[in-house]
């Protein structure tokens, strides 16, 4: 009987923590902007825990034979996921800057979509996030991926920061490190990448709602490795420069 009611406790225990878990979750309203491929795995992890208002995509291209129009792979998820879908010609069209204030979004999440006006992404309370596939600083901007690869880097990974005025140059909320294979090529990176992106947008997710986090600086960043490599070269050389001789 003892033997009994001590499991009983312990399988109590087990279902008032999974309920505090639980109740401690609370789901944000998103919208979520992108285009190709590599952003429909993490828009199908986003849906999954969160409430996604509306996806902002790029407009039908025609393409192929009969140049038909065709849509872009996060549109055809879009639809799929039963989410409306913007499509914007220009970002700054007083049209398209109405749309997303009536989703009453607390944050967007963009994952490779194009350039964002301040108008937009300053819109929700909570700002908003971006996913780039390097270790920010490194590699802002295009093809991170195959870049990384072509210089024989032995990492890579992803990075989730808020939007700012410079392209890619926004404070750090999460990043994660991902190895690189000696064989690796580009095709397989980007692959892992993609997969991998939905579970850093969701952990990033989860350290805004908690509050429990500090943005990094990616300028605090640049001068960290700055000053090591300036100790460095010192240490080699027996000679100093000043920091932004070696930028």
Same mark, same amino acid.
Request: hydrophobic share 40%.
């Given at each position: 009987?003892?033997?009994?009611?001590?499991?009983?406790?312990?399988?109590?225990?087990?279902i008032v923590?999974?309920?505090?878990?639980?109740?401690?979750?609370?789901?944000?309203?998103?919208?979520?902007?992108?285009?190709?491929?590599?952003a429909?795995?993490?828009?199908?992890?986003l @849906?999954?825990?969160?409430?996604? %208002? %509306? @996806?902002?995509t790029?407009?039908?291209?025609?393409?192929?034979?009969?140049?038909?129009?065709?849509?872009?792979?996060?549109?055809?998820?879009?639809?799929?996921?039963n989410?409306?879908?913007?499509?914007p010609?220009k970002?700054?069209?007083?049209?398209f800057?109405?749309?997303?204030?009536?989703?009453?979004?607390?944050?967007?999440v @963009? @994952?490779?979509?194009r350039?964002l006006p301040?108008?937009?992404?300053d819109?929700?309370?909570?700002?908003?996030? +971006?996913?780039?596939? =390097?270790?920010?600083?490194?590699?802002?901007?295009?093809a991170?991926?195959q870049?990384?690869?072509?210089k024989?880097?032995?990492?890579?990974?992803?990075?989730?920061?808020r939007?700012?005025?410079?392209i890619?140059?926004?404070?750090?909320?999460?990043?994660?490190?991902?190895?690189? %294979?000696?064989d690796?090529?580009?095709?397989e990176?980007?692959?892992?990448?993609? +997969?991998?992106?939905?579970?850093?947008?969701?952990? =990033?997710?989860e350290?805004?709602? =908690?509050?429990d986090f500090?943005?990094?600086?990616?300028?605090?960043?640049?001068?960290?490795?700055?000053?090591?490599?300036?100790?460095?070269?010192?240490?080699?050389?027996?000679?100093?420069?000043?920091?932004?001789?070696i930028?």
């Open positions: 009987m003892k033997h009994f009611h001590k499991k009983w406790r312990a399988f109590k225990n087990l923590n999974i309920y505090k878990n639980c109740s401690k979750f609370v789901p944000m309203r998103l919208i979520f902007m992108g285009t190709p491929e590599f429909v795995p993490s828009l199908e992890s @849906v999954e825990r969160h409430e996604v %208002a %509306a @996806v902002v790029a407009t039908d291209k025609p393409g192929g034979r009969g140049h038909q129009l065709l849509q872009s792979p996060v549109k055809q998820a879009a639809q799929r996921l989410i409306p879908i913007l499509q010609e970002l700054n069209n007083k049209v800057l109405s749309q997303p204030e009536g989703f009453k979004a607390q944050i967007f @963009v @994952v490779a979509f350039k301040e108008v937009v992404w819109m929700p309370p909570l700002g908003t996030i +971006n996913l780039h596939a =390097s270790l920010l600083p490194q590699y802002r901007g295009a991170p991926i870049r990384a690869i072509l024989g880097e032995k990492k890579s990974g992803l990075t989730s920061f939007l700012t005025h410079e890619d140059a926004g404070d750090i909320l999460l990043q994660e490190e991902m190895s690189i %294979a000696d690796e090529t580009g095709g990176l980007y692959q892992r990448m993609m +997969n991998k992106g939905g579970e850093i947008l969701l952990k =990033s997710l350290l805004l709602e =908690s509050g500090s943005y990094i600086s990616q300028k605090d960043l640049l001068v960290q490795k700055l000053q090591k490599y300036s100790m460095r070269t010192h240490a080699f050389t027996g000679t100093t420069r000043p920091l932004m001789s930028i």
